[in-house]
């Protein structure tokens, strides 16, 4: 089983050469270009995404405004691009927040098994009673629409459902003579849960994460078209949608666009998620 | 163990964890910072006003008591009083979900045997340009969120080709039936995010199947492919996906909320959505109640046909 975790660290990091290849991977030009989107969106965004300017309200797509402008005049292209950062960031912390502590519910279920790991996965299986959007839509409600409350209950969302992931991969790992022996020499348990149970389990939380992180986007973005979270004006794509739904008819661009970009990143996202998955299977099912 | 005890044992698991959900539905609303009174009142009400209506909806009494009283109307069938209409929940609530139920009934009609179908040829032409055309678009569908497939749809058959109409102006209690061209665009966009679930765990367990040895077995005893096809892989095949039509159920609640919003269906999604914006707790709390119980139905329904069809299930 150590042969996982040292093929899982070497992979990317110990060879320069290898290093070289790995960022012409689609996947890493695609986080690359993610975290371009967010980092310098603001900066490259040719208008203001809040400023009015009556003269150029409702205007079709052109070679100033290439995704048209809507009702007050604003720049679609400069809405999308500042918009990146109210859309993936709470979708990024959700689906990290929610995964960590799956991580550590997991851990702690595989770790001690019995009585423990029945009581709480119960616990976890009323979460996952309710459809994801739903619960997320109630805590929001009831918590007040804030970007942080949005995050919380999106990880909440998360949580029991990488828990089970990380559940069902440590109570094999739980159950090894590595761990009998870490026991026996009296280690603490955050020793056990965190440097023996985890490093085994990277590939899994790995995974986990990339294919969470793509439902992440698609929930943020359904969420902030029902309302939630981010509020006017902030240039949430799905508020952007939601805004704009009303001129479908004669201004449609104000749908379009934004849509085609959750659209394009989301899509994107499943794939790198895909192919993350199947890389790292690959690797640990060879190292077995 | 006989089967009726196992149905049994499993309804009763059903009945419980619906018991955990109402008590998690009401802690949600009643314990979490920000409370009722605030919700309702929105962020710019005084400390007077928050008390006025924290005394007028019993807010000051006990926590347990609450949940209490609460629990037993619910077991009567007492969904509360809605906040804005001023009437009984439970009759809003009914009508409303007959229209949503029958939408996702037709909905599940359509998706799963063309699900199946599809899932079932890519994995028998795994490789060739139709399997990866029909995966193709099944990963492009499923990162797309409800509102995008339905907004498109709309754009497209409803404005700029005028096919069909982009509203469903049904009132809650008269029947669906007599609006059927209302019900394309709703069942076309609901049945393209619920199909990328299916049609990928078909062809993924499909393709476990043709590659095991009783099929070759089969095959080299000189059975019809087609045969081979239908009447030993695919049976087998099915178990995996019953699982995922019962998960799958749960994304189709959810995206009921987003698509009869926007469609302007008077189902239970779209009171839920209003409810959420005129901050009507007891409308909203019931809402998620009824879809939660819809969604544990699902997976009761899916738990059970695959105990039917697997015999191994029952030990």
């Not at chain 1, 359904?222 to 739904?245: C, D, I, R």
């Not at chain 1, 899509?267 to 790292?280: D, H």
């Not at chain 2, 299916?198 to 476990?208: C, E, G, K, V």
């Amino acid at each position: 089983m150590t042969t996982v975790a040292t093929n899982a660290t070497d992979r990317p990091l110990a060879r320069v050469s290898r290093t070289a290849r790995a960022m012409l991977r689609p996947a890493e030009l695609y986080l690359l270009f993610l975290v371009l989107l967010i980092v310098a969106g603001p900066w490259v965004a040719p208008f203001s995404a809040y400023d009015f300017n009556a003269s150029a309200s409702l205007l079709g797509p052109s070679w100033v405004h290439p995704f048209g402008t809507d009702e007050f005049g604003r720049d679609i292209l400069s809405r999308v691009l500042v918009g990146a950062r109210p859309t993936l960031l709470p979708a990024f912390a959700a689906a990290t927040l929610g995964i960590a502590a799956g991580t550590v519910t997991g851990l702690v279920c595989g770790l001690f098994g019995g009585r423990v790991d029945e009581l709480i996965m119960r616990s976890m299986d009323i979460l996952l009673s309710f459809p994801a959007l739903i619960l997320a839509m109630l805590i929001v409600t009831m918590m007040g629409s804030s970007i942080v409350n949005l995050v919380l209950a999106m990880s909440l969302i998360f949580w029991p459902r990488s828990a089970r992931l990380i559940r069902s991969a440590a109570l094999e790992i739980g159950k090894r003579e590595f761990i009998e022996a870490c026991r026996a020499r009296g280690e603490s348990l955050g020793f056990i849960l965190f440097r023996e149970m985890l490093p085994n389990l990277r590939s899994v939380v790995i995974i986990d994460l990339a294919l969470r992180s793509s439902y992440a986007i698609l929930l943020s973005a359904s969420l902030a078209y029902l309302g939630m979270g981010a509020q006017t004006p902030t240039p949430a794509w799905g508020l952007m949608v939601k805004e704009g739904q009303q001129f479908i008819q004669f201004a449609p661009w104000l749908t379009v666009f934004p849509c085609l970009v959750v659209a394009v990143i989301a899509t994107g996202t499943v794939l790198i998620g895909e192919s993350v998955r199947q890389r790292f299977a690959i690797s640990t099912r060879l190292a077995r | 163990m006989p089967l009726w005890l196992l149905i049994t044992r499993r309804i009763a698991v059903m009945v419980i964890s619906l018991f955990f959900v109402a008590l998690l539905t009401f802690l949600i609303v009643n314990v979490l910072p920000g409370d009722v009174a605030t919700a309702i009142l929105g962020d710019t009400a005084t400390p007077d006003q928050v008390a006025a209506l924290r005394g007028s909806l019993g807010l000051d009494q006990p926590v347990l008591l609450r949940f209490m009283k609460w629990f037993f109307d619910l077991l009567q069938g007492d969904f509360g009083t809605s906040l804005t209409f001023n009437r009984p929940v439970g009759p809003m609530i009914a009508g409303r979900l007959l229209n949503s139920a029958t939408l996702a009934l037709i909905c599940m009609i359509v998706v799963i045997p063309v699900s199946i179908l599809f899932g079932a040829i890519a994995a028998v032409k795994q490789g060739s340009l139709l399997d990866r055309a029909i995966t193709g678009l099944t990963t492009f569908l499923f990162g797309m969120p409800e509102y995008v497939l339905a907004l498109g749809a709309m754009l497209i058959f409803a404005i700029w080709l005028q096919w069909l109409p982009g509203a469903a102006m049904i009132n809650p209690g008269e029947s669906l039936f007599l609006h059927l061209d209302t019900l394309v665009l709703p069942v076309l966009v609901i049945s393209l995010g619920g199909a990328t679930y299916i049609i990928q765990m078909t062809r993924a367990s499909m393709i476990d199947v043709l590659a095991s040895p009783y099929v070759r077995t089969a095959l080299l005893k000189g059975i019809p492919r087609w045969q081979v096809i239908l009447k030993h892989a695919l049976p087998n095949a099915m178990l995996p996906t019953l699982v995922e039509i019962g998960l799958s159920f749960g994304a189709l609640l959810g995206g009921l909320v987003i698509i009869e919003t926007i469609f302007n269906f008077a189902g239970i999604g779209q009171l839920m959505v209003m409810a959420v914006q005129s901050r009507d707790v007891p409308v909203l709390q019931a809402c998620v109640l009824v879809i939660a119980a819809a969604y544990s139905l699902g997976s009761l329904l899916a738990d059970i046909a695959s105990m039917l069809l697997n015999p191994k299930l029952r030990n």
